[in-house]
């Protein structure tokens, strides 16, 4: 697709999804100073926030993968599951105010009870599921929040490969018994078991200000 395209994309997804709500008077106020002083107008704002979106999706996934594969090889895959009831959300968090957007991971099928998907979220998650059953190609997108003040990124999570069913796939078969205990003791609401190699195990759902997306162009 090209560039053009891309943008008229982009643009045509938030003029349609938007919310109705009013944009506060300083947001307002110091979003367009800073595009007129600048020279940004809305589709490369647009354009640049889905860029960092997917910078940050990616950042996220690596520092969690590089964590639980650590924890993994130090205190097997039972103490990879104390570590991600412990340590996964602070790590969002510390990344989230690093770049000063919220990022958090959403899904039907979630272990935490802290993953529910919102009623916002929850459209997007039943989207990129008709998407995998369908065969269809899963891309991020992009919708406008709080009547532009904010965007919400959000992009499909897919179980990779094999290591993730340790914990993920089918109890007696990829989930031995030991870590069945460790995960009936710390989720005992747990819905993300089950799981196959190409599953769709949920989505990033990141929110961007606009503000913070103009002070990176």
């Not at 938030?14 to 800073?34: D, I, P, W, Y």
């Not at 007129?36 to 950042?59: F, P, R, Y």
């Amino acid at each position: 697709m090209t560039r053009n395209l891309t943008l008229i994309f982009l643009i045509t997804i938030l003029a349609s999804c938007g919310g109705g709500e009013r944009v506060s008077k300083e947001v307002f106020e110091e979003v367009n100073q800073a595009m007129e002083v600048k020279k940004l107008n809305e589709a490369e704002i647009l354009e640049e926030a889905m860029i960092w979106g997917d910078s940050i999706s990616l950042e996220a996934q690596k520092q969690l993968m590089g964590s639980l594969q650590k924890a993994i090889a130090e205190k097997g895959v039972p103490g990879a599951i104390e570590f991600c009831n412990v340590q996964a959300l602070p790590i969002l968090k510390e990344l989230g105010d690093k770049y000063g957007v919220e990022v958090r991971r959403a899904s039907n099928r979630y272990r935490n009870p802290a993953d529910q998907p919102t009623e916002m979220e929850l459209r997007y998650l039943e989207t990129y599921e008709y998407d995998v059953e369908n065969g269809n190609e899963l891309g991020p997108n992009l919708q406008k929040l709080n009547g532009g003040e904010e965007l919400l990124y959000t992009k499909a999570i897919v179980i990779p490969g094999g290591l993730c069913l340790n914990c993920h796939g089918e109890p007696g078969k990829e989930i031995n018994e030991e870590t069945l205990q460790k995960l009936n003791e710390l989720y005992p609401e747990d819905k993300a078991k089950g799981h196959q190699i190409g599953d769709l195990r949920g989505m990033w759902s990141i929110k961007i200000p606009k503000k913070e997306v103009v002070k990176r162009m």
